[in-house]
């Protein structure tokens, strides 16, 4: 392993298309980014069979394909990138983090958290089964191809309920369930949900069961806790919509609003200096793939002028 290779100029935690538009970004601007990803580069975008709405592409593209190019037009600008996970993010002193790695231990003056949330799921049976044949969890993603569809929406929150009214407008069958006896959700969209003509309001109901013909979702089996009764309904689609756990626990000393989001400014920087943060692990109002490359380049651009500061302090 070569010098710059111990000591880059940034690390980046997590590997999905904010982490990898960074990585492309600070490597071109001639800094040395490595990318710490435990799974595969391209992060939750893997799994979605096609995506239609990433600008640039006329006709759809597979998530993986364009995790592929995402990685690849990275590496091609020098950036590299490590299959490891990263085990401790320590601020120092002097302002630098110590980056403890399954690869080695790092000392640079800049880390960009790129980490993501992980959504959470019902753990009901045929919901991993049917993830991308009708299971989703971003109607702003997949919402389109159930245009005219009769849609099962789960959930309860402002996610549940705001993404329920995107969906009504693609479809005048849509049914929305939750736990409770009323909506978490604020009161103003909450209310706006309960007085569409388009969706079925059902409280104090809970997913039993997701079912389909081995392709694509066609039923799902519901219990009403209110009279303890199990049905079954067709629907061609569940959406999930039940929260996140975004993860922030390697910088546990960062600033993070009510939900645990990362808070940041408009330049992608956390309240620690030389921390950024990109994609779903922030506070973000808009969870697409397009916003997070956004949310990368952007906090490229900051650090290298960030760690162009640095320098010049360092001969005043």
């Given at each position: 392993m070569s010098e710059q290779e111990k000591q880059p100029d940034i690390i980046i935690i997590g590997g999905g298309p904010a982490g990898l538009s960074a990585a492309q970004y600070a490597a071109r601007?001639?800094?040395?980014?490595?990318?710490?990803?435990?799974?595969?580069?391209?992060?939750?975008?893997?799994?979605?069979?096609?995506?239609?709405?990433?600008?640039?592409?006329?006709?759809?593209?597979?998530?993986?394909?364009?995790?592929?190019?995402?990685?690849?037009?990275?590496?091609?600008f020098g950036a590299v990138i490590h299959f490891g996970t990263v085990d401790a993010v320590n601020h120092n002193g002097d302002g630098s983090f110590t980056v403890v790695t399954t690869d080695g231990t790092y000392t640079v003056p800049v880390v960009i958290m790129s980490t993501g949330a992980k959504r959470r799921e019902l753990g009901v049976p045929g919901e991993k089964e049917y993830q991308g044949k009708g299971v989703s969890y971003c109607a702003t993603c997949d919402g389109p191809f159930f245009k005219g569809k009769r849609i099962l929406v789960v959930g309860g929150g402002?996610?549940?309920?705001?993404?329920?009214?995107?969906?009504?407008?693609?479809s005048s069958d849509i049914v929305i369930v939750h736990r409770k006896d009323r909506f978490r959700?604020?009161?103003?969209?909450?209310?706006?949900?309960?007085?569409?003509?388009?969706?079925?309001t059902r409280f104090l109901h809970t997913v039993n069961e997701i079912k389909g013909d081995g392709k694509r979702v066609t039923s799902v089996s519901l219990h009403d806790i209110e009279h303890d009764r199990d049905y079954?309904?067709?629907?061609?689609?569940?959406?999930?919509?039940?929260?996140a756990d975004p993860r922030t626990?390697?910088?546990?000393?960062?600033?993070?609003?009510?939900?645990?989001?990362?808070?940041?400014?408009?330049?992608?920087?956390?309240?620690?200096?030389?921390?950024?943060?990109?994609?779903?692990?922030?506070?973000?109002?808009?969870?697409?793939?397009?916003?997070?490359?956004?949310d990368g380049a952007i906090a490229a651009h900051a650090s290298a002028e960030y760690i162009d500061e640095l320098k010049g302090q360092a001969y005043v």
């Open positions: 601007a001639g800094l040395s980014a490595h990318v710490f990803e435990e799974m595969a580069p391209g992060g939750q975008v893997l799994v979605v069979d096609e995506l239609e709405n990433y600008p640039g592409f006329e006709e759809p593209i597979s998530g993986f394909d364009l995790a592929d190019k995402f990685t690849k037009q990275a590496e091609r402002d996610s549940a309920c705001g993404e329920s009214l995107f969906l009504s407008k693609l959700a604020q009161r103003s969209i909450a209310g706006m949900v309960e007085h569409d003509e388009h969706i079925d079954e309904e067709p629907f061609d689609a569940v959406f999930v919509f039940i929260g626990k390697l910088v546990s000393y960062a600033e993070t609003d009510e939900a645990g989001y990362l808070v940041t400014n408009g330049l992608m920087g956390t309240n620690v200096p030389g921390l950024y943060a990109v994609g779903d692990v922030r506070n973000t109002p808009f969870r697409q793939i397009v916003t997070a490359a956004s």
